[in-house]
């Protein structure tokens, strides 16, 4: 992204506390889980800036006593052919955020897919159901302190 | 926009009503009796080991006579767990994993994941890796267009394209046998460059299979696409409005069919696809007819970039010198003792890049295949998100197969083209 379209960026979200960062060149907004819905709606909506894909979701758990976990999305204009990608920080008892598929419909797979992995809340989600584990797992296979070989009996076997 | 999709599932949902057989589910009365045998809506079970879903992908399709109501993808049934495994495996380890996510071109997947690393210790390869990678990249992609194309035209009930397409396609396997030692899981690539240089002997052989290879698929295209039974059953066949198909966030063929000609190669351009001249093939009926068009466009356009890279290669290293970053070669393990030591560091602690995360993607046949990589410091990766292609575009699979008829969804898969083992992860 040029640095005058950054501007751009930064002065269309003015009304917003976000901590701009990068990953490996491209931007990174690091937006509070309260404004997420409206930075998104403007993000998208705005003719100037036309990010109008939303390719990813990435969930992270950091594994620290505050702020555990992070979503990082991963925003395209098919237009301007610019990345950006935003960053929230989540709460590390009950991580919690509003769902994007309110803003971009492919949103849904991928926090079906956060939520699956890595235990994280989508509020007003239409479908919030597991994606690769069977309904019946108790457990979020991609935490940090969830153990590689897996935990012995986690998945019930039918009964003989 | 973005509710209209699932909005629309949902109404639909309460929009129907609930026959007997529901009814009486629902308040367990087996004394249920039909007078009219089509006085019910079915629920029909596609899969996971349907031949037609390309792997264990498993739909279940609420049927109206034969009209498709809804579609309810179901995945899950290959998945492995390959993100948690990468926070176990140093970057070395990983890339014979790479391999199994979408296994029809594991050369591509070999090649994103090594750029991925790259990016993240800041490492810039030779030219002629450079060269070496985009011809594998590119025979994966014709390797998967070939099988796509074959089995969709397969799907509708003509077998002879699809064995002459596994024809050609068993040549690019051939190809990797003497390129890289190994037919399907290749592990070609390594950090830094690629295992081992090729051979004038298998550029030659390379240079014979691209020359051969427009003549045997013009041979295919002639049996397929003047067939009016093929054009019948593609065309208009799985529509999805271009504004959907951004909305979804499609990649690859099923976007460039909708006439957006969005390709990563020309858009940010990797390893040395801006020296070579190509073009992006777009259709705007976003059908699988023009799905399939794309892919054989594709084809096309990638035996043209083949011929290119053939004549470009230059001479010179293969693999970038850094030796405390970069796995040294055998021989020079085995008689120095500054390579030793860089090898048992590398096998036993891995590269080290520094903290930090990086995304990297590249186009690969099913569109954006990217690596989303957070290093802590040390020798494995604290995340590595893979972001597959198969998987977002399989979000389109329910939109499109909405108010279809029973015998186009495996046209409307076929045309999709998922790959499960990248689907599922």
């Given amino acids: 992204m040029k640095p005058e ?55 992270v ?27 929230i920080k989540l709460d590390s008892k009950a991580p919690a955020m509003q769902s994007l598929t309110q803003v971009w419909g492919s949103a849904n797979w991928y926090e079906r897919e956060a939520f699956d992995m890595m235990g994280i809340d ?14 019946e797992f108790e457990y979020y296979p991609l935490r940090k302190d969830f153990p590689l070989m897996g935990i012995p009996d986690s998945i019930p076997l039918p009964n003989k | 926009m973005s509710n209209t999709i ?18 009486a589910l629902e308040t367990e009365d087996l004394s249920v009796q039909f007078t009219d045998s089509l ?66 071109s594991p050369m591509a997947n ?19 890796g450079k060269y070496i990678r985009v011809i594998i990249a590119e025979l994966a992609r014709i390797q998967s267009h070939l099988l796509a194309m074959g089995a969709l035209v397969m799907d509708i009930g003509a077998i002879t394209p699809f064995l002459w397409a596994i024809r050609e396609r068993e040549k690019i396997l051939d190809l990797y046998d003497v390129i890289c030692g190994a037919r399907f899981t290749t ?33 295919i295209r002639n049996l397929v696409e003047r067939n009016k039974i093929f054009i019948e059953r593609c065309e208009g066949i799985g529509y999805l409005a271009k504004e959907e198909c951004i909305e979804l966030g499609l990649t690859g063929p099923l976007l460039r069919a909708c006439g957006v000609s969005r390709d990563i190669r020309k858009d940010a ?46 001479k010179g290293p293969h693999t970038a010198l850094q030796s405390k970053k970069i796995l040294p070669k055998k021989e020079r393990v085995y008689t120095k003792m500054e390579e030793l030591i860089h090898d048992f560091m590398i096998i036993n602690f891995g590269v080290n890049p520094p903290k930090g995360e990086s995304y990297t993607a590249v186009e690969s046949s099913k569109g954006e295949l990217g690596f989303y990589t957070i290093s802590d410091g040390s020798g494995n990766p604290w995340r590595m998100k893979i972001r597959s292609p198969s998987f977002a575009n399989l979000q389109a699979l329910a939109p499109m197969m909405k108010n279809c008829m029973i015998s186009d969804t495996v046209v409307i898969i076929g045309s999709v083209d998922p790959v499960m083992g990248e689907a599922d992860k």
């Fill in chain 2, 269 to 314: 351009p990797y390893l040395v696809y801006d020296q070579l001249d190509f073009r992006v093939p777009t259709y705007p009926d976003s059908d699988c007819l023009a799905r399939y068009y794309v892919r054989v466009e594709e084809l096309v356009e990638s035996t043209n970039i083949l011929k290119q890279c053939l004549e470009k290669i230059p």
């Fill in chain 2, 6 to 23: 699932y909005q629309e599932l949902q109404d639909k949902d309460s929009d129907i009503k609930k026959t007997k057989i529901l009814q």
């Fill in chain 2, 39 to 104: 006085d019910n809506e079915m629920v029909l079970n596609m899969g996971p080991q349907h031949p037609a879903t390309h792997g264990v992908l498993r739909l279940l399709v609420s049927l109206d006579g034969e009209t498709v109501m809804k579609c309810v993808p179901e995945l899950g049934y290959l998945h492995r767990g390959y993100e948690k495994l990468a926070e176990s495996c140093t970057y070395h380890e990983f890339i014979p994993h790479t391999d199994r996510l979408d296994y029809l």
């Fill in chain 1, 122 to 135: 989508f509020i007003n989600h239409p479908d919030l159901r597991r994606m690769y584990m069977p309904e």
């Fill in chain 1, 61 to 87: 758990d950091w594994f620290e006593k505050k702020d555990r976990f992070e979503m990082i999305y991963n925003l395209t204009s098919i237009d301007n052919n610019e990345r950006i990608f935003l960053k």
């Fill in chain 1, 5 to 59: 379209r950054l501007e751009l960026l930064k002065s269309k979200l003015q009304n917003f506390t976000i901590n701009y960062t990068e990953v490996n060149g491209t931007p990174a907004l690091y937006i509070t889980k309260e404004n997420i819905i409206d930075v998104c709606k403007i993000l998208k909506s705005d003719n100037d800036l036309k990010f109008d894909s939303l390719l990813d979701a990435i969930s």
């Fill in chain 2, 187 to 219: 592990s070609y690539t390594r950090i830094g460059g690629v295992a081992q240089d090729v051979t004038d002997e298998s550029l030659a052989a390379t240079k014979v299979f691209v020359d051969e290879f427009s003549a045997n698929l013009q041979e």
């Fill in chain 2, 110 to 128: 070999n090649v994103a994941y090594a750029l991925a690393v790259e990016k993240l210790i800041d490492l810039e390869i030779p030219e002629r």
